[in-house]
């Protein structure tokens, strides 16, 4: 390891190993447990989504235990098919958590900058923040309005989850650098807004339609607009939102961009595209029951992608801290695979 001996000058003083004191996962380590998470988050919208259209929302009644007075299914309580994918729902929660919780304890070990530890701290918070809106969402039967909110929280995770991601690869002691002009970074809030707007518009078409989540609820509990009109509505704002990601990408290639973030630019507009043609089809078809999780997982998709691409706007470049992320993380991991050669 001759090639980071500059970097840590031997000192008289004993190397502070806390917090984690045994552990300083590397960056490859982190941002592996960062992506996991990140593809958990979204991938918990599918299998919520799973749960809506195959009328399995009641399937576990009360909250948190499945049913009154038992944490697990019941035998005759619900049908045993609508309590398998509900209580399964809920159990990858707990998937969930440990994912959140490995990345926090990842970088709390790598002595990661405070904008990583408070990130993934919120990682944490948002998850048990949204188990606490399906247990209000399953209260209050399943209305529209509450499974518009337990939707959009998720979406701002995934958000986060993605920024967490890319932060996590730069050292900590790099420069903080603009690589976007501007204009261009306010179009892509410009076109954020956008983003936030299809969503919204997408829980309401969602509030409008025939999936309550039960196949008991019926049409109670809906949004009583038409949903020909709200459908409309939210394919117009997914044209907006592409309108301003086309410019974002045409500055890019204009500015002359990495190639790495002129691609991230063009899979979003790629991914944009395959999002719309699955509304159009949904629309067209009538909202089949097995296109809504594909529109589900597009949209973590369009979100991680269009997270990743904002966070490439002001990086941190350079710096020496290329083990663990942080210079006190690097010693650290030197101090802890020495300490490793000794014990042999």
Known sequence: MSHVSTSVAPSNNPVELKPI???APTIKVQRILALLLLIFQGGITVTGSIVRVTGS??????WPLCHEGSLVPVAGAAPWIHQAVEFGNRMLTFVLIAAALAVFLAVLGAKRRREIVVNSFVQGLGIILQAIIGGITVLVDLHWYAVALHFLPSMILVFLAAILYTRIGE???GEVTTMFPNWIRNVAIVGAIALAVVLITGTMTTGAGVHSGDSG???EGRLEVSIDWMAHVHG???YVYLFFTLIVVAGLYKVKASQHNKK???MLIVFILIQAGIGILQYRMGVPRWSIPFHIAMSSVVVAFTSLLW????VRVGGTATIAGSVDGDIKNIALAESKKVGK
Do not use: E, H, I, K
């Not at 929302?57 to 009360?62: F, K, P, S």
């Not at 966070?311 to 002001?314: I, N």
């Open 21 to 23: 004191a045994f552990w």
């Open 57 to 62: 929302g009641l399937g576990c009644d009360t």
């Open 171 to 173: 050292p900590d002691d």
């Open 217 to 219: 609820v019926g049409m």
């Open 236 to 238: 117009y704002s997914m």
């Open 264 to 266: 991230l630019g063009l």
């Open 311 to 314: 966070a490439q706007g002001r």
